[in-house]
């Protein structure tokens, strides 16, 4: 049975009280037996904040990127060890915030994903179509290209140690989620596509849905067969909001 996971992608929102606030409420609510893996990604200043209140508990942390670099003059950047050394555990690359607003190409994203596990860290590796791209049939080519960038650099064995997220550009903040058939889709590609290089691996990672998730379709959408938790934005701000999924993920 493969690992039910749901994470909260902050993005660029929060404030030390804020975030005190929000940890101190999913520390609280968080029930003995989640039955799933849950994890919180704060922006970097956060992290060992958040990292710190959480300490203990089975809730773990995440960052939002990391540089490809392992150290050096990298102005502005941050290492995936750093990350490590500051208590995270996972770090989501490929985001489509940072392809489409970064330009992070799908060979930097691989070379992130590699930096990352090479810190010993967990990838949370994002694919998904643009509307446009939906819209004129490109979905799987355009899913296709981008797992095939991160298995061409580091092999489809490194996808034992990293969780998959499918994340629609069009649904994301947007409030329009894919339907719970459009996602199992997609998903069912992606494991197919893995499976074809390597059957067991693709019967292990984890593939998340993200975009527009909130407690009120979280459990359709986790209930198709290919579909293994959620990377929750907006929803993730909200520690009721949030638990509620995480409740939803329970198998
Ligand atoms: P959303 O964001 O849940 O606010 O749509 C998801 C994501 O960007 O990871």
Redesign the pocket.
């Known amino acids: 049975m493969r690992r039910r996971i749901v994470a909260g992608?902050w993005?660029m929102h929060g404030s030390v009280a804020e975030n005190t606030t929000l940890v101190d409420k999913l520390l609280q609510g968080f029930p003995a037996d989640a039955g799933a893996d849950c994890y919180v990604c704060p922006p970097f200043v956060y992290l060992r904040g958040v990292a710190r209140q959480l300490d203990g508990s089975a809730i773990r942390v995440g960052a939002q990127d990391a540089s490809a670099e392992i150290q050096g003059a990298y102005t502005g950047e941050v290492a995936a060890g750093m990350l490590a050394d500051v208590g995270c555990s996972a770090v989501?690359v490929g985001?489509?915030?940072r392809r489409t607003l970064h330009h992070d190409s799908d060979q930097l994203v691989a070379r992130k994903f590699m930096a990352v596990q090479a810190a010993g860290l967990t990838p949370i590796l994002?694919v998904g179509e643009q509307l446009g791209q939906r819209e004129s049939k490109q979905t799987e080519q355009v899913v296709g290209r981008q797992l095939d960038a991160v298995l061409d650099l580091v092999g489809v064995a490194a996808l034992g140690k990293a969780i998959l997220?499918y994340?629609p550009v069009w649904?994301?903040?947007?409030g329009r989620t894919a339907t719970p058939q459009q996602a199992e889709d997609v998903h069912h590609f992606i494991r197919k596509r893995i499976a074809a290089l390597d059957g067991k691996i693709a019967g292990l990672v984890p593939v998340l849905y993200?975009?527009?998730?909130?407690a009120a379709n979280a459990g359709e959408l986790f209930a198709m067969p290919n579909v293994d938790g959620g990377?929750?934005?907006?929803?993730?701000l909200n520690a009721e909001e949030f638990l509620a999924i995480l409740q939803a993920a329970r198998t």
Do not use: F
């Not at 649904?171 to 947007?174: D, K, L, N, S, V």
């Open positions: 992608n993005k989501i985001h489509s915030e994002c997220a994340e649904a994301i903040g947007t993200g975009g527009s998730v909130k990377l929750i934005g907006g929803a993730s």
